[in-house]
């Protein structure tokens, strides 16, 4: 005897393909990634070292029964991140159960996203502090420059705040300086000296 549950084996759902099946159930009907043209190309490649990329940006893709078995390695730290952006997008709250809506949005992305256009929603749709919800609008905030002007060091700051506020440039100077400089190094990426201008705070800004 097969049993069944909403017409579906019970042997389906309770494998791999089938959490991940009820995941994509999860997931928003808008999967459209970020646009990595409207990036700077260093801040893609400053992002994916980060999760310990050495080699272009690149995504092979995950099956249901790979991600088991497969160690989070950059890609998949990669698509993990900008599942958990996808995940929140027109959402207060991350879809609930995580351990079922994560993994699923984790392996999707890997299928079907490039690794720029995952790298793209990660920078996109971050907290970089004082109310600058995405790159663009740190980089006129912080530097009132378009992400296009911004210099290596610059853009090394604002891949910090991906991390954590507590980078940030205004409030923390030393702090974002030492992580800006850790990003570049990483990255192998000539590093320069001293800190770039930064617009002037506004008086409550490190209050």
């Given at each position: 005897?097969?049993?069944?549950?909403?017409?579906?084996?019970?042997?389906?759902?309770?494998?791999?393909?089938?959490?991940?099946?009820?995941?994509?159930?999860?997931?928003?009907?808008?999967?459209?990634?970020?646009?990595?043209?409207?990036?700077?190309?260093?801040?893609?490649?400053?992002?994916?070292?980060?999760?310990?990329?050495?080699?272009?940006?690149?995504?092979?893709?995950?099956?249901?029964?790979?991600?088991?078995?497969?160690?989070?390695?950059?890609?998949?730290?990669?698509?993990?991140?900008?599942?958990?952006?996808?995940?929140?997008?027109?959402?207060?709250?991350?879809?609930?159960?995580?351990?079922?809506?994560?993994?699923?949005?984790?392996?999707?992305?890997?299928?079907?996203?490039?690794?720029?256009?995952?790298?793209?929603?990660?920078?996109?749709?971050?907290?970089?502090?004082?109310?600058?919800?995405?790159?663009?609008?740190?980089?006129?905030?912080?530097?009132?420059?378009?992400?296009?002007?911004?210099?290596?060091?610059?853009?090394?700051?604002?891949?910090?705040?991906?991390?954590?506020?507590?980078?940030?440039?205004?409030?923390?100077?030393?702090?974002?300086?030492?992580?800006?400089?850790?990003?570049?190094?990483?990255?192998?990426?000539?590093?320069?000296e001293g800190r770039r201008a930064l617009?002037?705070?506004?008086?409550?800004?490190?209050?």
């Open positions: 005897m097969v049993l069944v549950f909403a017409g579906i084996p019970l042997a389906i759902l309770a494998s791999p393909i089938g959490v991940y099946l009820w995941g994509l159930t999860l997931l928003p009907s808008d999967r459209t990634p970020s646009d990595p043209s409207r990036l700077p190309a260093l801040a893609l490649e400053l992002k994916w070292a980060t999760f310990g990329g050495e080699s272009e940006p690149h995504f092979v893709g995950v099956t249901p029964y790979g991600y088991l078995r497969k160690e989070h390695d950059t890609e998949l730290n990669t698509a993990f991140a900008a599942g958990r952006r996808l995940l929140i997008r027109g959402r207060r709250q991350y879809p609930k159960p995580w351990l079922v809506s994560g993994p699923s949005a984790t392996i999707w992305i890997s299928r079907n996203w490039s690794a720029p256009e995952a790298l793209a929603t990660i920078l996109g749709s971050a907290n970089y502090g004082h109310g600058f919800e995405s790159f663009i609008e740190a980089s006129e905030g912080y530097f009132g420059s378009a992400p296009s002007e911004l210099s290596p060091y610059q853009v090394a700051q604002l891949v910090a705040l991906t991390w954590s506020v507590r980078f940030d440039p205004w409030c923390s100077p030393e702090r974002s300086d030492e992580k800006a400089r850790e990003i570049l190094a990483r990255h192998w990426h000539p590093i320069e617009r002037p705070k506004p008086p409550d800004a490190c209050s």
